[in-house]
T-cell receptor, first 117, second 112 residues
Framework: GAVVSQHPSWVICKSGTSVKIECRSLDFQATTMFWYRQFPKQSLMLMATSNEGSKATYEQGVEKDKFLINHASLTLSTLTVTSAHPEDSSFYIC?????????????FGSGTRLTVV | ELKVEQNPLFLSMQEGKNYTIYCNYSTTSDRLYWYRQDPGKSLESLFVLLSNGAVKQEGRLMASLDTKARLSTLHITAAVHDLSATYFCAVDLMEYGNKLVFGAGTILRVKS
């Protein structure tokens, strides 16, 4: 089945530094990738949608200069949290949809737990 | 604005009992997904419902979709402890280029 690999699975960083999270589709071409964040005991909130080779579309209230998304190829999207602060600590999950999948839908990565200290 | 409402938000049940989780949504959509999430983990796909009247079953879980009523249900039969998790429904906004809007989630605890 379709597999999406997300790295790192967890990261701790200091306030003011930047963190990059990678999301790779391993066995299909991900024409569209999605980035979500999830706070404890809450649902997933879509942050942005990216199509290969295009600028990401951000949801209302998400700072595009803070959460940089790059979708340079059909198998890789990255999310960079710039100048991270403790309030950015969250669980970040990517998901992908695209060609070559056997069914409709979205494949989710394993998530990245970000802790900013 | 699309709203996806799940209820109940928390469900504590005894092993062996049956229960249903409901997912109502406020706009037209023919695709609805159910996911399971264990603590600290990402989402596991349970069901993809693609049309009105769709019914899918896997083990003790059965999901259905009524697009006219904008309602999906996840029915649990003879619950076991291993089903304890958080369950999310998500509606596919195809007219917006395909994106998912999630319900708030139902925390299920099955007691022995």
């Amino acid at each position: 089945g379709a597999v999406v690999s997300q790295h790192p699975s967890w990261v701790i960083c200091k306030s003011g530094t930047s963190v990059k999270i990678e999301c790779r589709s391993l066995d299909f071409q991900a024409t569209t990738m999605f980035w979500y964040r999830q706070f404890p005991k809450q649902s997933l909130m879509l942050m942005a949608t990216s199509n290969e080779g295009s600028k990401a579309t951000y949801e209302q209230g998400v700072e595009k200069d803070k959460f940089l998304i790059n979708h340079a190829s059909l198998t890789l999207s990255t999310l960079t949290v710039t100048s991270a602060h403790p309030e950015d600590s969250s669980f970040y999950i990517c998901s992908a949809s695209g060609q070559g999948r056997s069914n409709y839908g979205y494949t989710f990565g394993s998530g990245t737990r970000l802790t900013v200290v | 604005e699309l709203k996806v409402e799940q209820n109940p938000l928390f469900l504590s049940m005894q092993e062996g009992k049956n229960y249903t989780i409901y997912c109502n949504y406020s706009t037209t959509s023919d695709r609805l997904y159910w996911y399971r999430q264990d603590p600290g983990k990402s989402l596991e796909s349970l069901f993809v419902l693609l049309s009105n009247g769709a019914v899918k079953q896997e083990g003790r879980l059965m999901a259905s979709l009524d697009t006219k009523a904008r309602l999906s249900t996840l029915h649990i039969t003879a619950a076991v402890h291993d089903l304890s998790a958080t369950y999310f429904c998500a509606v596919d906004l195809m007219e917006y280029g395909n994106k998912l809007v999630f319900g708030a989630g139902t925390i299920l605890r099955v007691k022995s």
